[in-house]
């Protein structure tokens, strides 16, 4: 009985979200970007990704495992991380 009293109070209360402020921890590694301009478009990062995130040289954030293999084997250092939060 408890569990049908608990569910019909949730039903019919108000639900909200707070705004909270988004914070940077230390251990965030960020977002990793390619810089068009410096790219020569060798295919490495590609190639080696483990989680397969880069397509078209380009970088699918939401399946990017933040690893860095990509930045490492860049040879002209064309991948690099942004520490900025998207609003």
Not at 7 to 34: C, D, H, M, S
Not at 73 to 87: D, F, N, R, S, T
């Amino acid at each position: 009985m408890r569990i049908i009293k608990l569910a019909l109070q949730n039903l019919f209360t108000r639900r909200f979200t707070r705004k909270k402020e988004l914070k940077v921890f230390p251990e965030w590694r960020g977002r990793y970007e390619i810089d068009k301009k410096k790219c020569i478009k060798c295919g490495l990062c590609m190639k080696y990704c483990p989680a397969f995130a880069i397509k078209d040289f380009k970088i699918i954030q939401d399946r990017c495992v933040k690893c860095g293999l990509c930045a490492f084997l860049c040879p002209v250092k064309a991948i690099q991380v942004k520490h900025e939060l998207e609003a």
